[in-house]
């Protein structure tokens, strides 16, 4: 049980009421991406950040011990040193005792649950939060502050920060199934996520061109499933290299990714998508489809026409064991099973799924639902919900299923539709959050695309994301409360090498991380201005990004 720091909540609050006369432009500093809701001037000197600080933290509160090891990683990358990390007992602690620490603890005086404040004066740089999620946001801000500022040594003037996200949900996505990234890959871009603030990593794991996650049961998943013999040179243009592709996690590594997410405050949703984009599994147990095969582990991009047959018991009963595998492996509340793209052309033309349909009393046009439905329920059995992309609200299924919108296409309306039908929805709108579409400008002759690598079309560019509309003030407050959050996503058809995905990335996902964090944007200069701080970190960290 974590116990709260009353006495400790007044004393700051008391402090914080007392604001000292310092230039706004000092506090500059603070201003980093995404932006703190509240940043005011504090009490007493500016705090010098010099290698005489040590990073305190209360030790009856788990994780905190692992938020004083980050932030001292991240002072030793930006400064040259590491701050020594120290245990404290809280009830020693008193803000007005001169030292020269760094304080991580949890405070009453915080209530968003992954809220923080931030108090600095001449002895102490107090980090609080409402949990240790919160102390964590804190110890970013204080990370990208850090890398604000030129002078050394660094100076951080008094001030008190507040600051929560308006959005719980705050996500990447990446698709490891056109093209496989690596573990050490993987945990660089879950590095990235949190130094955006971001609490989801939606790992897509299966599709057409590659299953990626070893299954014990079904072990030809990735020994047939995770190869192809070759992919499709360019947009689909019919030639291939020939060269053989493949690649897989095993259990152990995706428990690997789990828990190196868990540490840094993230949820791990993985993805098996079905019915549809299922060939590498069909390729692999052909007897799950309507023909029987033969399949091929497909090396093009592009809608596939083969699909699981619904009305063969043992398409079930595969996809229960494939989810309760993944759910022995990943704690996520959320396990998202697709749903997208599905043609109906085999169920339509197979007497199996025919005999099923008339069983049921149901037409092709609600089969697929049916299918949704049956998931679902084994899913909630234990104890987890389903994600779906919007296509599983084509047909009736249960208000309890949570729908990822990626259908930009459909515009405020789709975003509405979603919203108002009573289930919860995250904005994943292709045509602002699909980072794998061209981040430049579009001219009316395509010429804007020379200077990009090869993408699949015309996306948005950061702009066009920190200005983008969720509707939050225009839903009404019962529907709005139904949009948990945003994420964008990267496919990976063109984006064979994790530089590539890092480009796509960056710097999009800081503007992302602006809209996940802030209801009201309105200062796109001042984010240009910010967003330096940012690229010192991508520097740093050897990441590539687009130029800005
Ligand atoms: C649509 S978004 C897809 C993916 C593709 C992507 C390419 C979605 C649910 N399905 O299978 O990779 O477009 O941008």
């Not at 002078?151 to 001030?159: E, F, G, I, K, N």
């Not at 095969?293 to 063969?312: A, E, I, K, M, T």
Request: net charge negative; glycine share 8%.
């Amino acid at each position: 049980m974590i116990r709260r720091l009353t006495l400790l909540a007044l004393c700051l609050a008391s402090l914080a009421c007392a604001a000292a006369q310092i230039d706004a432009a000092a506090l500059d500093c603070y201003r980093v991406v995404p932006l703190p809701h509240s940043i005011r001037a504090g009490q007493g000197g500016a705090f010098v950040l010099d290698s005489t600080v040590m990073i305190r933290y209360d030790d009856r509160v788990a994780g905190m011990e692992r938020n004083a090891g980050f932030l001292s990683e991240y002072i030793g990358e930006l400064l040259g040193f590491t701050p020594i990390v120290r245990p404290m007992s809280m009830r020693d602690f008193h803000p007005q005792t001169r030292r020269h620490d760094i304080v991580l603890a949890l405070s009453d005086s915080v209530t968003a649950p992954e809220g923080y404040r931030i108090m600095v004066n001449d002895h102490v740089v107090f980090i609080a939060g409402a949990t240790p999620q919160g102390v964590f946001y804190g110890v970013q801000t204080l990370r990208k502050t850090v890398a604000r500022v030129a002078s050394r040594p660094v100076t951080l003037p008094a001030v008190v920060i507040d600051d929560a996200p308006a959005y719980g949900y705050r996500g990447m996505h990446l698709d490891c199934s056109r093209h496989f990234f690596d573990v050490d890959f993987v945990k660089k871009y879950i590095d990235l996520l949190a130094m955006h603030n971001m609490n989801v990593f939606h790992w897509h794991l299966s599709d057409d061109q590659g299953w990626r996650l070893e299954i014990k049961k079904y072990p030809r998943l990735t020994q047939v499933g995770s190869q192809r013999s070759g992919t499709v040179v360019g947009h689909n243009v019919g030639i291939y290299d020939n060269t053989p592709y493949g690649g897989y996690y095993t259990q152990a590594e995706a428990l690997d990714i789990v828990d190196y997410a868990r540490e840094r405050f993230i949820t791990v949703i993985p993805e098996i998508d079905m019915p549809g984009h299922m060939l590498a599994a069909l390729a692999s147990y052909p007897e799950l489809g309507c023909t029987g095969g033969p399949y091929q582990v497909w090396r093009s991009w592009g809608v596939s026409l083969d699909v699981l047959c619904l009305g063969n018991d043992r398409t079930l009963q595969f996809c229960e064991d494939v989810l309760s595998e993944v759910m022995e492996i990943f704690p996520s509340p959320y396990i998202h099973i697709g749903g997208d793209e599905t043609p109906r052309d085999r169920w339509k033309a197979c007497p199996r799924d025919q005999a099923a349909m008339a069983r049921l009393g149901i037409d092709v046009n609600h089969y697929q639902a049916h299918f949704t439905t049956e998931i679902e329920r084994f899913i909630n059995r234990h104890g987890r919900k389903i994600i779906g992309w919007d296509e599983i609200l084509e047909g009736d299924i249960n208000p309890s299923a949570t729908v990822m919108y990626w259908r930009g296409w459909l515009g405020d309306e789709g975003i509405r539709r979603a919203a108002r039908s009573g289930h919860d929805v995250v904005l994943v709108p292709n045509n602002y959050l699909y980072f794998d579409y061209y981040q430049v400008p579009e001219t009316d002759d395509r010429r804007y695309i020379y200077s990009e690598p090869l993408l699949i079309g015309p996306g948005a560019t950061m702009e066009q994301i920190y200005g983008m509309r969720t509707l939050a003030d225009e839903l009404d407050p019962e529907s709005r409360s139904h949009v948990l959050g945003m994420q964008a996503n990267i496919w990976t058809e063109y984006i064979y090498c994790p530089e590539l995905v890092e480009y796509q990335a960056l710097p999009r996902m800081a503007a992302l991380a602006e809209v996940q964090w802030n209801m009201e944007r309105n200062d796109y200069p001042g984010f240009l201005s910010r967003l330096t701080g940012m690229r010192h970190l991508y520097q740093l960290h050897n990441y590539r990004f687009h130029p800005w």
